[in-house]
């Protein structure tokens, strides 16, 4: 009876001992994660145009003044800090779909000049040499040939447009037309790159965030285990209750180890975007959080107007098209020219020159059935592209609202599954409080551990979701959108 009583006594000092690490634990995990908060930038990105990848990149010389952090010069795996912001600009740095949008416009802007060609001269320069052999003459000896060569030292031809009724002002117009279009479409390119950068960065602080779970989850059904041993070893509970809490804590270290390559495997998927190599590993410096987004749809409309660039490049394909079509209308139109020669030659190479210069009037080949058709196919694409830019401004109203309705949605999720990680905090404390004193079954115990673990992961998958939605909103309206400095973190 005795010994029975003592030991009882010593489970409840080690339970409580137990307890009084875990809440000490608890305490510096706290104090870390305000540190954290301080130290972040927090939602507010200024995205930088553009920067040049080999002095954003990450350096071996960066990487070896990264605290508690050993990398040896050449080695494959490097461990940098990092920060969403850093993310945005290693990307835009990076991304090869980037660079291919940004030669595009080089491209652009080459085709630009081709069409300003058409305003300078054209200078020709042909030279050659011949000798000739002729009859020149008969008498009564017969016929004699004369031998003679020329010299042909060269002939410069100097031409110059002077004026073509407008063509090649709309031919440099569609061009100046489809340059803005692709700086549009690097913007674009550069919203979708930010977009893709912000999903896999919130994707690898979930990971994170769920690894953390995960390893309170194992905590918390060793803690269990060792109680239930020791209920075993003195003979209050059966051996089962033993063989449970080992199955428990097993399936909770299968979960942890899951939880770990996921890490790895958002970490992969970010490098990808950033276009970065893929064993660079990173120490993420946030944690998934709250800002509230005080945008209203009538705002997001409006935004989305000014700064969507997609709608920008359906109303400069209609105004390509508008000019194609007067660019057509004009291929009956002759155009003037000056033209100059001047050549030297003869017996000798220098010994006679000549020029001439002049202008005229060149009309083009006329094919009347071609030209009336190309006519009307510029025409039936002119209204095409007008009814695009409609379909194109639909789409878009749509994505805002549906992003918006998204927003909305994950915004309210997060107080609810706040609230439901409180209850099932607040249970499992209840079941484990029963259990030590015997009056609540592992079943029972197993159950509130488990309702508190995805009670974690669903507030968890609110947070990423609510932050996902946010990404995918500002990617919707063309524009970053910028928050009140208040940040609510609602990490328990």
Do not use: H
Not at 6 to 21: G, M, R
Not at 426 to 431: A, F, K, V
């Amino acid at each position: 009876m005795y010994k029975k009583l003592f030991s009882l006594i010593l489970i409840c000092l080690l339970t409580t001992a137990n307890l009084a690490v875990a809440g000490e634990v608890s305490a510096v995990d706290k104090k870390q994660a305000k540190t954290d908060e301080l130290n972040s930038i927090g939602n507010k990105i200024i995205t930088s145009e553009y920067p040049d990848a080999d002095k954003i990149s990450p350096q071996i010389e960066d990487i070896k003044k990264v605290n508690d952090t050993k990398v040896i010069e050449g080695s494959v795996e490097k461990t940098i800090d990092i920060t969403l912001e850093d993310c945005i600009k290693f990307a835009l740095g990076n991304n090869p779909k980037i660079r291919a949008a940004i030669e595009e416009i080089s491209a652009s802007d080459a085709r630009i000049k081709q069409s300003w060609s058409n305003y300078f001269p054209n200078l020709n320069w042909t030279t050659n040499g011949a000798k000739t052999r002729n009859l020149l003459f008969s008498d009564a000896i017969g016929a004699r040939d004369a031998t003679y060569t020329l010299y042909y030292l060269g002939q410069i031809s100097v031409s110059q447009m002077i004026y073509d009724f407008g063509v090649t002002q709309n031919q440099v117009t569609i061009k100046k037309l489809a340059y803005k279009s692709a700086q549009e479409t690097l913007t674009s390119v550069v919203n979708e790159v930010i977009k893709q950068t912000k999903d896999a960065y919130y994707s690898l602080l979930l990971a994170y965030d769920d690894k953390k779970v995960k390893e309170d989850n194992v905590q918390k059904f060793e803690l269990f285990y060792n109680q239930a041993r020791a209920y075993y070893e003195i003979g209050t509970n059966p051996k089962v209750d033993v063989t449970i809490a080992e199955v428990n804590l097993s399936n909770a270290k299968l979960q942890l180890i899951q939880a770990d390559n996921q890490i790895n495997v958002a970490m992969a998927n970010l490098n990808n975007v950033m276009g970065l190599p893929y064993m660079t590993k990173f120490n993420v410096q946030e944690r998934l959080k709250y800002a509230d987004c005080d945008i209203t749809l009538e705002d997001a409309m409006s935004i989305a107007d000014e700064s969507r660039p997609d709608l920008k490049v359906a109303k400069l394909q209609v105004e390509q098209a508008r000019q194609q079509l007067k660019l057509m209308k004009k291929q009956y139109l002759p155009k003037i020219t000056a033209q100059g020669n001047y050549a030297i030659g003869g017996s000798q190479p220098t010994k006679s020159y000549g020029y001439s210069f002049g202008g005229y009037l060149d009309f083009p080949t006329v094919n009347g059935m071609l030209i009336n058709q190309q006519i009307k196919e510029a025409k039936a694409n002119y209204s095409k592209q007008m009814a695009n830019a409609t379909s194109t401004e639909n789409d878009i109203r749509l994505e805002i609202q549906k992003a918006y309705l998204t927003l909305v949605e994950k915004k309210n999720q997060i107080p609810v599954a706040f609230l439901g990680m409180k209850q099932a905090k607040e249970n499992y404390d209840i079941s484990f409080g029963r259990y030590k004193v015997g009056e609540a079954s592992p079943t029972e115990m197993k159950d509130a551990q488990v309702s508190y673990l995805n009670s974690q992961i669903s507030y968890y998958n609110a947070l990423y979701q609510f932050n996902s939605a946010k990404a995918g909103l500002e990617k919707a309206i063309g524009k970053n959108i910028m928050f009140g400095e208040e940040v609510v973190d609602l990490t328990p």
